[in-house]
């Protein structure tokens, strides 16, 4: 199984406002795509409730294999929730790694 986390950065100068509709919008797209994209094994989206730390969005997900990810990132429904934030994001951190199912 291949555990796939991303870290996103929304951008300072963006009104709070902004900032909380971007990220539910982002947070409900991502949610919903299990019912579209079928090699999604788990994924859920937290956002950050503590303004001392650097980043906004985590996305956890899981999948059977490094391709399955591959594949899901590049889906139409996928490539339309990252959208939502494009505009207010600053930067974005992902680490891929693979654990033996139990």
Not at 17 to 46: C, W, Y
Not at 51 to 63: G, K, V
């Amino acid at each position: 199984m291949v555990k796939h986390i991303v870290l996103f950065k929304l951008k300072n100068e963006v009104p709070v406002d902004v900032k909380l509709a971007a990220m539910n919008a982002f947070k409900n797209a991502i949610e919903a795509l299990p019912t579209q994209i079928s090699v999604i094994r788990k994924i859920e989206v937290g956002l950050n409730m503590n303004p001392a730390e650097t980043w906004d969005i985590a996305l956890y997900s899981e999948f059977d294999t490094l391709e399955d990810v591959k594949s899901y990132a590049v889906h139409p429904a996928h490539v339309a929730a990252g959208k939502l934030i494009a505009e207010v994001k600053e930067s974005r951190a992902c680490v891929d790694y693979e654990i033996a199912d139990n």
